[in-house]
Nanobody, 123 residues
Framework: QVHLVESGGGLVQPGGSLRLSCAAS????????MGWFRQVPDNDREFVAA????????HYADSVKGRFTVSRDDAKNTVYLQMNRLRPEDTARYYC????????????????WGQGTQVTVSA
């Protein structure tokens, strides 16, 4: 059974940084694309970043480009999201997800999801 567990969320001041982790288990994720999405109440889940299994296959939402960095450690079955220069509008619940095919920026193309971790950016 596939499990994805996010961690690393919390409360941070504007301009601060957080590093989210997503630990995956249940199958070999070596050829999966791993994505990060975020959601605030009453809104759809929003694409943040994704990383494919081919080196250099990276995707970012325009709103986070230059501030967030997605990476993966396949030996640990873990994907990371380094978030720098955080803004109040980054406040959301962040989810990781995995797919083996499809558009990496669309939520419906992902097979499995974690439960999410809350990120709050506030002074």
């Amino acid at each position: 059974q596939v499990h994805l567990v996010e961690s690393g969320g919390g409360l941070v001041q504007p301009g601060g940084s957080l590093r989210l982790s997503c630990a995956a288990s249940g199958r070999d994720f070596g050829t999966d694309t791993m994505g990060w999405f975020r959601q605030v109440p009453d809104n759809d889940r929003e694409f943040v970043a994704a990383i494919g299994w081919v080196i250099g296959d990276l995707h970012y939402a325009d709103s986070v480009k230059g501030r967030f960095t997605v990476s993966r450690d396949d030996a640990k079955n873990t994907v990371y999201l380094q978030m720098n220069r955080l803004r109040p509008e980054d406040t959301a619940r962040y989810y990781c997800a995995t797919q083996r095919a499809g558009n990496p920026t669309t939520a419906f193309s992902y097979e499995y999801w974690g439960q999410g971790t809350q990120v709050t950016v506030s002074a």
